[in-house]
């Protein structure tokens, strides 16, 4: 039986149809604990918690966008109705607490959402002691535990994908570049947390301040500590908005060149588009959904909604989806925690994904290259959790 964690109050935290998520396999939830008991028969009730109301600028389209991303998966239904009840967090950790409260008191058998971390966190021990699961979108796994799991794509995650990759690759060892602020020492964490569980050794690490003075200060012990330890690789932390077009030029000029030494990426190289005609991450690896059912979903989100979806709003899809295809099964404990987090997984907006008993989540990633300008993937996302990558 699932156990939940005693509460702990956390730091801020930082088929030419799309079809609604099925599980991968079959599987008997049978008698488990760590939720609420549902009528399968009846519409289950679902609270949506989205940031709408905070004054905050992106967060209305962004709101808007998750709320149409929950309604596109209801709309694949067969043989499932879900009661979905839309509440305003305004981005605030306070008021999230109480329209979670206020949505258990309205009778809602799980919550999906929020968005923001301390706003999930917040939500997560209001309703703790109600026995009421929380599938938060954040990908900060600091939060995760007890009644809250993160569907978000996680710094873990990618880079458990891009290590073993490079190991399948006969990397041997890596140089982790990372900032010194709060995400990019949690990336660091990641990588280093990856690197210590396969055949690649880890090189060091080297950290900057995020600024230009900071990267270009960084140059030389970066290209010293690849030198002396006779790294093969570099995975960075540094994001497109960031520090990433800057060590594309510094590096190779420093002689840390891309065509000796391979860079790799914890975020995504191929957002925003013009980041693919950098010289220095031609031949980069990073991660990102499998881009066949990713490109299925934007297209039936801007057919049916007129406008292109927010690059988050597939979290309200899965979310949505994997509840269904576990109140599909017809049992009443469908919504628990040990139900939630069953093996096989489920296919969602941009690949496979399970839920894990920690709260975190794994997802089935494809890695990409960058050749010629364009984004080439060098290595599937698998299609189920016995493939490649796990």
Known sequence: MFTVCKPVRKLARTAAILTTAVFLAACDVGTIGGGPSINTSEPVPVALLVPAGSGQAGDAALARSLENAARLAMA???????????????????????????????????????????????????VLNSGVNVLSFSNNTSIAGGNVFVLGYTFDNTANRLVNFAGRQGKNAVVIVHSN?????????????????SRVNNA??????????????????????????????????????????????????????????????????????????????????????DQTKAQTYRQRYNNTYGEAPHPNSSLAYDGIAAIAALVSQGKSNALTASALTQNAGFKGAGGIFRLRPNGTNERGLAVATIQNKQVVVIDPAPQSFTGAGF
């Not at 990641?190 to 690197?195: G, H, M, S, V």
């Not at 914890?266 to 950098?278: F, G, H």
């Open 204 to 289: 060091g690490s080297v950290g900057y301040d995020r600024s230009q003075q900071g990267v270009i200060n960084s140059i030389p012990n970066i290209k010293a500590t690849v030198d002396a330890s006779g790294a093969d690789s570099i995975f960075l932390t540094a994001t497109t908005a960031g520090a990433l077009p800057l060590y594309s030029q510094l590096l190779p000029e420093a002689g840390v060149s891309p065509a000796a030494t391979q860079y790799i990426g914890l975020t995504r190289w191929d957002i925003p588009e013009q980041t693919l005609d950098l010289p220095g991450v031609q031949g980069g690896w990073f991660a990102l959904p």
């Open 76 to 126: 694949d239904l067969q043989n499932v109705k879900i009661d979905l009840r839309v509440y305003d967090t305004r981005g605030s950790s306070n008021t999230a607490a109480e329209v979670a409260q206020r949505a258990v008191a309205d009778g809602a058998k799980i919550i999906v959402g929020p968005f923001y971390s301390q706003a999930t966190n917040s939500a997560g021990l209001a």
């Open 181 to 197: 602020d709060t995400a990019g020492q949690l990336g660091q964490s990641a990588i280093a947390n990856a690197l210590s569980n």
